[in-house]
């Protein structure tokens, strides 16, 4: 069954270090790639998204992702971490180009210490 | 301009009980998808529409869940003879393409 994996369920770093979130998907096929951000209580926002063309993406609040399709990974980067950045991450697959259901990571919660 | 309403925002009910669950997803889009995301299974897909075509439901956990999209505007996913494992929150998406744009979901509690 396709599959995504985010590596580390809690990532912690010190505000102003360098935000790495781990994203890699199962198939071969390239997948069109999303990566969603959930604060307390609140519902999913989007991010940022590959569909085709240029594979570095850049997405709201500074971050970017990096499709790399022979290492089947699509890792979230940011430079320098916010307080404001503190939530959990998802990262989420279509097969079904742009009308697929989404197949998500299990998420990565994010903390920043001042 | 609007985003996709979801309601109510928590339900509690007890064990056996039919519940229904509301989305009023972004005027114009023509998708719409549910998911639910529990603390053991994380995010996980229901079922999705598009259009006037009969819906995906290959991520409907049992027959105890059913959902209905009317007039191609807003849904209803129904649970019933909820049991304790359906606690989760139930999210709502539409989109006209992508990317999908989430509500804020229900929290669903059954005792």
């Known amino acids: 069954a396709q599959s995504v994996t985010q590596l580390g369920s809690h990532v912690s770093v010190s505000e102003g270090a360098l935000v790495l979130l781990r994203c890699n998907y199962s198939s071969s096929v390239p997948p069109y790639l999303f990566w969603y951000v959930q604060y307390p209580n609140q519902g999913l926002q989007l991010l940022l998204k590959y569909t085709t063309g240029a594979t570095l993406v850049k997405g709201i609040n500074g971050f970017e992702a990096e499709f790399k399709k022979s290492e089947t990974s699509f890792h979230l980067t940011k430079p320098s971490a916010h307080m404001s950045d503190a939530a959990e991450y998802f990262c989420a697959v279509s097969y079904g180009g742009s009308q697929g259901n989404l197949i998500f990571g299990k998420g990565t919660k994010l903390s920043v210490k001042p | 301009g609007a985003g996709v309403s979801q309601s109510p925002s928590n339900k509690v009910t007890e064990k056996g009980k039919d519940v229904e669950l509301r989305c009023d997803p972004i005027?114009?889009?023509?998708?719409l998808y549910w998911y639910r995301q529990s603390l053991g299974q994380g995010l996980e897909f229901l079922i999705y529409?598009?259009?006037?075509?009969?819906?995906?439901k290959s991520g409907l956990p049992s027959d105890r869940f059913s959902a209905e999209r009317t007039g191609g505007s807003v849904s209803t996913l129904t649970i019933q003879r909820t049991q304790q494992e359906d606690s989760a929150v139930y999210l709502c998406?539409?989109?006209?393409?992508?990317?999908?744009?989430f509500g804020p979901g229900t929290r669903l509690t059954v005792l």
């Open positions: 529409f598009q259009g006037n075509s009969a819906p995906d």
């Open positions: 005027s114009g889009h023509t998708a």
């Open positions: 998406a539409s989109s006209s393409g992508d990317p999908q744009y």
